[in-house]
């Protein structure tokens, strides 16, 4: 029975170590998992969605455009049809039935009028009234209506270029812009172009 004590006292140090180990495995843990959490807080950062745009965000910045419009598996199908779009016809012009179509060079006030007609007939209920993109259709559609009153003061609106998309639609870019070959007559898409080009003028306001 003298054993006792030091049996009980064996057991009590080799409790001891052992609380020692648990908790240097609770420290280690602790460490790892911070560690963890950092890392994984840092990867999602970059991860941000397009629409998580800082505040006064500069859209030329070359950054901002790779990272957050262009990267890889980023681009929305919106994008990809525009600049699908853009791309032919930069790289392989118009198909040859439009090649160097030329709207008449005088823009007289009755053209524009007969365009008003037909953009609101034909065109105001995906473009919208103004060639904003708000028509009643628009929200339905993926890619959403051409943001025309901004396009039509670009470069890239060129005669041959307006004929052939409105002509030939966006069929084969996968978009819901309908091909008006057959609808519209070559006269009446340049009175579209010449009212477009004149601003979209609202023609009950004259004065
Ligand atoms: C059913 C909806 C719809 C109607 C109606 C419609 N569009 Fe579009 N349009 C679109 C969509 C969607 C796009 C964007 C995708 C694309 O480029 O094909 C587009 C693109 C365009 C583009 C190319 C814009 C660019 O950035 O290159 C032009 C030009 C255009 N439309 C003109 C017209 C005109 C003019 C009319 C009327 C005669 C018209 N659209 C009628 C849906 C429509």
Not at 16 to 40: C, D, K, P, Q, Y
Not at 136 to 160: G, W
């Amino acid at each position: 029975m003298q054993k006792k004590p030091d049996s009980v006292a064996a057991l009590g140090r080799s409790t001891v170590s052992w609380i020692s180990l648990g908790l240097a495995i609770l420290a280690t843990g602790a460490v790892l998992w911070t560690i963890g959490t950092v890392l994984s807080t840092s990867a999602r950062a970059d991860d941000k969605p397009a629409s998580a745009a800082p505040p006064g965000f500069d859209y030329w910045q070359p950054e901002w455009m790779v990272r957050e419009l262009w990267g890889p598996g980023r681009m929305p199908k919106g994008m990809m049809v525009r600049l699908l779009r853009h791309t032919t016809f930069v790289h392989m012009g118009v198909p040859k039935e439009y090649e160097g179509a030329q709207a008449p060079a005088e823009r007289s006030p009755q053209m524009i009028a007969r365009g008003a007609a037909k953009y609101a007939a034909e065109c105001a209920r995906c473009h919208g009234s103004n060639g904003m993109g708000s028509g009643d259709q628009a929200n339905a559609l993926t890619p959403s209506p051409a943001l025309l009153a901004y396009m039509i003061r670009k470069p890239i609106a060129v005669d041959e270029y307006l004929l052939w998309a409105i002509s030939d639609g966006g069929k084969q870019f996968e978009s819901e812009m309908p091909a008006f070959r057959d609808t519209l007559t070559r006269d009446e898409i340049w009175d579209i172009v010449a009212y477009m080009r004149a601003g979209f003028p609202k023609l009950d306001d004259k004065k």
